[in-house]
């Protein structure tokens, strides 16, 4: 007869290697995301001020680019804050593998929640999550950017 089996091993090292390659992927194109957020505001900051600079409403000028700037503020603190937690998962990782390695006993290991485990979990579970934050992020602010 032919054996079929029904689920796969699941193999740690796999799904490891690829999630810090997600990582590195999500950071480096959402530092793309967030300079071209950048260049896109500081160009309608331009547009703005040419638009109303030459008319007598300094009043209108000056709610746009207050607005302007407090997304500006949003998109530097948001790109600092996805560093930070990419930095803070994969160092995490990293800890804990040197931890494992470095001979923790193997009797600690055996409740429920290992480091290891916690640290694969944040692994695992970091880049979907980071990706839903992006788009969140990005479809309100290029809301706010067309109200403007």
Known sequence: ?????????????????????????????????FVAFDKNI????????????????????QILVSELNGLASEVDAAAKTLQ?????????????EKEIDGGIP??????????????????FRFPWQSRRYLFMLTTAWNERLSAV
Do not use: C, M, W
């Open 1 to 33: 007869g032919v054996f079929v089996r029904k689920t796969l091993p699941f193999e740690p090292e796999f799904h490891q290697n690829d999630s810090l390659r997600q990582l590195e992927v999500i950071s480096t194109t959402s530092s793309d995301l």
């Open 42 to 61: 500081e160009r309608i900051l331009r547009d703005v001020r040419l638009l109303f600079g030459s008319a007598n409403r300094p009043e209108h000028l």
């Open 84 to 96: 930070e937690n990419v930095a803070l998962i994969t160092s995490r990782f990293y800890e804990t």
């Open 106 to 123: 193997a009797e600690s290991l055996s409740i429920e929640k290992t480091p290891d485990s916690v640290a694969n979990e944040s692994l």
